[in-house]
């Protein structure tokens, strides 16, 4: 079965947020590893790990994916904000191997604010240099952003930049989300085969290990990142039908991050998208 799931809080633990993924179909779910503003990452409580873990094997939840805080930036021009980055990746990769070993760790890249695209690759390899180390078990994913404002990882080329820059590369990989692709200028309700195409040239389709599925407020390359609930954005439910079922993406996890103000709006997704894909 297709691992389909959304974004949850673990504000009440992590068995509750499996709970709540299983309650509306999911077999998978995307979680905040702190406040999404930064700030401190919440005591990890053994007891509730343990539940965790048995929730996860009743409900077949096989994966999860970590996402960092957004203000997490790694190539600010402030020296203060760029350490305060390495601190909460260091932070966050140790705190994956507790929870559970083996997962995926979603991050934005970075906004280079005014520093220039090239210094902001530098400044994010840097980073991803000075956290990886040999004994985790964490993979750490790049998200294809909107390329709004000073964002690094507009353009499939910037991240390849920045993996090309990485030591242990074999630690990376990519989550793309449709709408922040599609922001972009990446067609994927009119071309998606061309979008795949490009992507498997400029990073290959090994590093795609996770997708972000947001409609978008906006039309093609407007570079502004407004997620819309699927089927109700410019991109179209079609081009989530074919996403979900296309072969070259069968076994990789889909995460929504769609504004819905109750976990049945995204159970009522689910339901549709598992529909697609048989
Ligand atoms: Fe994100
Ligand atoms: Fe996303
Ligand atoms: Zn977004």
Request: one cysteine or more; glycine letters at 12%.
């Amino acid at each position: 079965m297709a691992a389909i799931g959304c974004h949850l809080s673990i504000a009440k633990g992590f068995a509750q947020a499996a709970r709540d993924a299983a309650s509306i179909g999911g077999n998978t779910f995307q979680f905040f590893t702190r406040n999404p503003r930064g700030g401190k990452a919440k005591e990890l409580d053994e007891a509730d790990l343990a539940a965790f873990r048995e929730v996860c094997a009743e409900a077949g939840i096989e994966g999860i994916l970590a996402h960092a805080p957004y203000t997490m930036n790694p190539c600010s021009a402030k020296e203060d904000t760029r350490e305060f980055a390495r601190q909460i990746l260091a932070g966050d990769l140790e705190r994956m191997e507790a929870i559970m070993p083996g997962q995926l760790y979603n991050m934005h890249p970075g906004s280079h604010t005014g520093q220039g695209t090239e210094a902001g690759i530098g400044q994010i390899a840097d980073a991803l240099n000075a956290v990886l180390a040999p004994g985790q078990t964490t993979t750490v994913l790049l998200e294809t952003m909107a390329g709004k404002g000073s964002e690094v990882g507009g353009r499939f080329e910037e991240l390849a930049q920045i993996i090309d820059r990485v030591e242990l590369s074999d630690r990376l990989g990519v989550c793309l989300d449709t709408c922040h692709v599609w922001d972009g200028g990446y067609d994927v309700a009119g071309n998606l085969e061309g979008v795949l195409e490009e992507f498997d040239r400029v990073l290959g389709l090994g590093r795609l290990r996770a997708l972000h599925l947001n409609d978008s407020k906006n039309p093609l390359a407007s570079h502004k990142d407004r997620h819309e609930k699927l089927g109700e954005g410019h991109i179209g439910f079609d081009a989530f039908a074919a996403i979900v079922s296309h072969p070259a993406l069968a076994g990789l996890p889909f995460y929504l991050e769609t504004p819905q103000d109750e976990l049945s709006g995204w159970g009522a997704e689910i339901a549709r998208l598992r529909e697609a894909v048989e």
